[in-house]
């Protein structure tokens, strides 16, 4: 994001699908600086409801506190899909999108996994809180996302594996 903007990166995920479940989100500044981070724990859940859970969560708390102008970023397609999805009707998708438009209807974004590592570790620590349940916010980073976010700021680029596509462009 520009100077100007915030940055909110979401996840979320299970253990099993559905099962035990973790979500969590970072907001950082244009120049990568910590804001804030959040995540939660739930005992029982799907990945797809800890996704839309995470980018609820995240933008209660960019609006709270005036994070605003504000890029979002997920690695999890679904949860794009369902929210421009018109025809989907589902009460936490109908929040985010109510939320969506009070932020100013800010950019929701796919990111590779790779890209989204800080949020990631951060929903991971949901699962091990023992107040399932129940929001955590942290004003400082967490030691455990440090050096993710440092790199980030460096722009540090994370290699991204595919598979041999060797098979597909041979003309044989």
């Known amino acids: 994001p520009t ?15 559905p099962g035990k479940g973790e ?14 981070g959040y995540n ?29 102008p504000l890029t979002i970023e ?18 936490l998708i109908d929040d985010c999108r109510c939320l969506l438009s009070r932020a100013g209807d800010p950019p929701l974004q796919h990111v590779y996994r790779e890209a989204n590592r800080a949020a990631d570790l951060i929903a991971k620590n949901g699962s091990s809180l023992t107040t399932f349940g129940s929001l955590t916010t942290y004003l400082i980073p967490p ?21 041999n596509c060797n098979a597909l462009c041979n003309d044989s």
């Open 23 to 36: 979500m969590g989100g970072i907001i950082r500044k244009g120049n990568g600086e910590w804001v804030l």
């Open 74 to 91: 997920t690695d999890c397609k679904e949860l794009i899909n369902l929210i421009h999805n018109k025809n989907c009707a589902l009460n």
């Open 143 to 163: 030691t455990f996302v440090i050096s993710i976010l440092e790199r980030d700021k460096l722009g540090t680029t994370c290699p991204r594996t595919v598979p």
């Open 40 to 68: 939660m724990g739930i005992s029982h859940a799907t990945n797809i409801y800890m996704e839309t859970l995470a980018l609820l969560h995240g933008l209660k708390l960019a609006i709270e506190n005036n994070y605003l």
């Open 3 to 17: 100077q100007k903007r915030y940055k909110l990166n979401v996840d979320g995920s299970c253990c099993g699908n």
